[in-house]
């Protein structure tokens, strides 16, 4: 009996350490699987200023692992106040797309999961948008309408302590169950939108810049070459005058007066 009960203990450890060990291969194969999926979107994000391809290939990657149907940015207004769309991916009718496109969701809105994350500078995750008393307030409520989102998680987009917008995840067919380390893995992601968005604005001003450059340039050039042509005209009858008048003072032997002509 006696050995029977230590036979017991060690297949008992046995198992117990094959399934720690099983444990432990499976968080490092998906930790490997998410370290080479965020590698592949911070390499093209330094390969591209296309934020529609960024989007695709975060929802891409995302998708492996969670059911995102929806992916949109919406940027902070803060003269008006509000939040608007500034990009969307999803499959959507021609009228939904054109709703969406003006759509513009007021901050005084704050029940919202789209404005809490400016005010909380956190991620809000609702699990059903059925039961969230947000969704069906204002234009928050006109949104949920026409897109009837299962599961909605909201992200602000934060640059240098700022909030610039906010990024939001949905699946109109199915809802998506979330924990805590699944908000933080999502969250990687969400600073390659930012990357993205930053390599964007910079180029945009960099081609401003150079835009108005080349603008001053061409006007300056355009500016001189006016100038040399008005100054041209009256300098060459002064210079002709002038050399008449020399040669007749020669002619006349007034010298004293030829250093001033």
Do not use: C, W
Not at 60 to 72: G, H, K, P, T
């Amino acid at each position: 009996v006696y050995i029977t009960m230590l036979v017991n203990e060690t297949t008992r450890n046995f198992v117990a350490a094959r399934h720690k060990l099983e444990e432990q291969n499976q968080q490092i194969t998906e930790q490997a699987e998410q370290l080479q999926s965020l590698s592949k979107v911070a390499r093209l994000v330094n390969s591209t200023l296309d934020i529609d391809e960024v989007m695709r290939t975060i929802v891409e990657q995302l998708n492996r692992v969670f059911d995102f149907s929806i992916m949109a940015i919406l940027f902070l207004d803060e003269e008006d106040q509000t939040l608007q769309l500034h990009r969307i991916r999803g499959d959507f009718e021609e009228a939904e797309m054109a709703f969406l496109q003006g759509v513009k969701i007021p901050l005084s809105e704050e029940r919202s999961a789209f404005t809490i994350p400016v005010r909380t500078r956190s991620p809000k995750y609702l699990a059903d948008v059925s039961m969230d008393d947000g969704a069906a307030e204002g234009v928050s409520g006109q949104i949920y309408k026409l897109v009837p989102a299962k599961s909605l998680l909201t992200f602000p987009l934060m640059r240098e302590g700022e909030v610039l917008g906010v990024l939001a995840f949905a699946n109109i067919d199915n809802q998506f169950h979330l924990d805590e380390a699944d908000i933080e893995h999502i969250g990687h992601y969400v600073t390659y939108v930012i990357s993205a968005l930053r390599n964007a604005s910079d180029y945009q001003q960099i081609q401003e810049s150079r835009q108005a450059a080349d603008a001053a340039n061409k006007a300056k050039s355009q500016f001189l070459a006016n100038m040399s042509h008005e100054l041209r005209t009256p300098m060459n009858a002064v210079i002709g005058y002038s050399e008449m008048l020399e040669e007749e003072a020669e002619d006349q032997g007034l010298d004293d007066l030829i250093p001033d002509l």
